[in-house]
């Protein structure tokens, strides 16, 4: 069982997954500095200094506070900014990957579409091969 989790482990695939998702953890990152530090600025000021990070629906008469982190220790608080911050990243990382997908596909169409080579092309190719092998 051993021996056999081992080829489990070092097959390529699992490598490819583990190398993705270690990635996929970087790109996460970079995306959520993207959506905090410069999409959600720029919407803040289109809307005028809103920031939704701190839009919330207190649940509780005991939360009095103006910020999400003190309400938060004051009582049951609705955070729907903090949803609406996740769901931006959410479509920003969707639109990337759509993106990069989509460059992908095209790459790979243009190369199915690519002519083959005609008949005198592949007997000039062979011409030359054999010429470059020849002892000279």
């Known amino acids: 069982?051993?021996?056999?989790?081992?080829?489990?482990?070092?097959?390529g695939n699992v490598m490819d997954l583990a190398i993705g998702v270690i990635i996929?953890?970087?790109f996460g990152n970079i995306v959520t500095?993207?959506?905090?530090?410069?999409?959600?600025?720029?919407?803040?000021?289109i809307t005028?200094?809103?920031?939704?990070s701190n839009h919330?629906?207190?649940?509780?008469?005991?939360?009095?506070?103006d910020n999400l982190v003190d309400a938060k220790k004051q009582g049951a608080v609705l955070a729907y900014g903090s949803f609406i911050t996740i769901?931006?990243?959410f479509l920003i990382v969707a639109a990337v990957l759509f993106l990069v997908v989509r460059t992908i596909?095209?790459?790979?169409?243009?190369?199915?579409n690519k002519p083959a080579p005609t008949r005198s092309e592949v007997l000039l190719t062979?011409?030359?091969?054999?010429?470059?092998?020849?002892?000279?």
């Open 33 to 45: 500095s993207l959506v905090g530090d410069i999409f959600m600025p720029v919407i803040g000021a």
């Open 56 to 65: 919330f629906i207190p649940l509780s008469s005991a939360v009095t506070a």
């Open 126 to 136: 062979e011409i030359r091969d054999m010429l470059a092998k020849r002892p000279n």
């Open 24 to 26: 996929g953890a970087a």
């Open 87 to 89: 769901a931006i990243n």
């Open 48 to 52: 005028g200094g809103l920031d939704f």
């Open 105 to 112: 596909n095209t790459l790979r169409r243009a190369e199915e």
């Open 1 to 11: 069982m051993l021996k056999e989790f081992r080829e489990f482990a070092v097959k």
